[in-house]
């Protein structure tokens, strides 16, 4: 095996981005989230596969995870228009936060009654798995050319970008009960409400100084403003991090209230920053692709599938109709799809690493499980998406059958719309 060269590392770091792309997009095409070709390539260049790469740190690999998630949350803020989201903020911050509560429970009994997990291993499992993936939804939508209706996207849109930090909340909860297993639960309900509140002030406090930075500061080299958008996303979650908030939440909200301001070069921000997100996720699914072994999948079927099949049918309905019971606006078509349309990525993968790294009693097979989770959600949901939601009447093309006396005042706002939002 020849000495590995600087220039051997990036010719071969720069051959894995490119077909890591190109494996994205051909998965793409049939309507399976571009994740998987990415995580596909990233097992294929492990020591199981074909390239050999012998790559199993799995520190390493938690904190590019998390450092792509930063980027990934804060892009996906400042592509999230505020006018859109506003009418649908409470159901989707309750679908957020008791939704994910409630689909991690469902998860947690399941693993406890079934694969015979500890009462504190089934509640870990539960909340790795109980956040969504938006990019994932969005992707397929786009490829399948399915136009939601503009509040359902709207509700999953922003659900699916404030719903990490409490998946992350109820994993740290559930480690450290399992490190100190007296620890009285109340003693976590001040936790998270200074952890999300902290989070969405620190948000707020650097969207707002980022954009009256680029306002003022009267930059002479176009390149900086793109150096400044990145201090920001790293801002935002450092400082939410050190006063002990949600970095995450706090990434995201300063994206959003950046990208519903204005400012010079805000155009060419977004492009950057979308260009810069999409770079993290084929980075980030390609690491946690090289931690996996295939060799092992096989081993956690029945129990990956069983996961899957509780998730998609039982626990994320389950939390999708019991958190929008009391929002009338959306009916039980916009609840079904909604339920279809939660889609794992890669949160859940990340959050399966703390496990490991942690030292959890069988936390690698817990990996495998929820690896396996992701790639079922995927193929199995993910082609299914745009069809699912013609059938029920929520794409565009379906609204626009409507009466003519309702559709001239509906039209020109939702084609306005249609371009931002996705």
């Known amino acids: 095996m020849p000495a590995v060269t600087p220039e051997l590392f990036l010719l071969v770091t720069g051959v894995l981005l490119l077909t890591t792309v190109l494996a994205g997009t051909l998965s793409s095409r049939f309507g399976v989230p571009a994740l998987i070709g990415f995580l596909a ?18 520190q390493v690999a938690q904190t590019i995870g998390v450092a792509c998630l930063i980027f990934i949350l804060f892009s996906g803020g400042l592509d999230t228009p505020w006018k859109a989201v506003r009418p649908v903020l409470t159901p989707a911050l309750v679908l957020a936060t008791v939704g994910v509560t409630i689909s991690a429970g469902v ?24 956040s969504t993936d938006a990019a994932a939804v969005f992707a ?47 003693n976590f309900v001040p936790d998270f409400m200074l952890q999300m509140f902290l989070g969405a002030m620190v948000g707020l ?3 707002y100084a ?17 150096v400044v958008s990145v201090a920001a996303a790293l801002l935002a979650f450092g400082l939410a ?39 993290a996720q084929v980075v980030m699914f390609l690491t946690l692709g090289l931690v996996v072994f295939p060799h092992q999948l096989p081993g956690v079927a029945f129990e990956g599938l069983a996961i899957t099949a509780v998730l998609m049918l039982v626990a994320r ?5 019991i958190s929008l019971a009391p929002f009338r606006r959306f009916d039980w078509r916009a609840k079904l799809f909604v339920s279809w349309a939660g889609l794992r990525g890669a949160v859940p993968i990340v959050l399966a690493t703390f496990g490991i790294v942690a030292g959890v009693p069988d936390a690698q097979a ?17 082609p299914t998406i745009g069809l699912l939601a013609k059938r029920l009447g929520l794409d565009r093309k379906t609204a626009s059958k409507a009466p003519k006396a309702e559709a001239p005042p509906a039209s020109p706002p939702v084609a306005k719309g249609e371009e931002t939002t996705a």
């Open 107 to 130: 998860v947690s009994l399941t693993a406890i009654l079934l694969l015979d997990f500890s009462l504190l291993q089934g509640f870990l499992l539960g909340s790795v798995v109980a």
């Open 140 to 186: 397929v939508l786009r490829n399948q050319e399915t136009k939601l209706r503009e509040d359902v996207l709207a509700l999953i849109e922003l659900e699916s970008g404030s719903n990490d930090p409490m998946a992350i909340f109820l994993v740290g909860m559930a480690l450290a009960l399992i490190a100190v297993p007296t620890t009285p639960l109340l």
């Open 241 to 279: 991090g050190v006063l002990t908030g949600s970095g995450f939440l706090a990434a995201y909200v300063a994206g959003v209230l950046a990208g519903n301001r204005d400012y010079p070069g805000r155009k060419a921000v977004s492009q950057f920053q979308d260009g810069l997100a999409w770079l």
């Open 210 to 226: 980022f954009t009256v930075i680029l306002a003022r500061a009267k930059l002479r080299q176009g390149g900086l403003f793109l």
């Open 366 to 382: 817990m990996f495998n499980i929820v690896f396996f989770v992701v790639l079922a959600s995927s193929v199995i949901q993910g």
């Open 41 to 58: 390539l990233g097992m294929l260049a492990g020591s199981d596969g074909p390239g050999g790469i012998g790559f199993a740190d799995y």
């Open 317 to 321: 309905p389950a939390s999708v109709f």
């Open 205 to 207: 406090l650097i969207g």
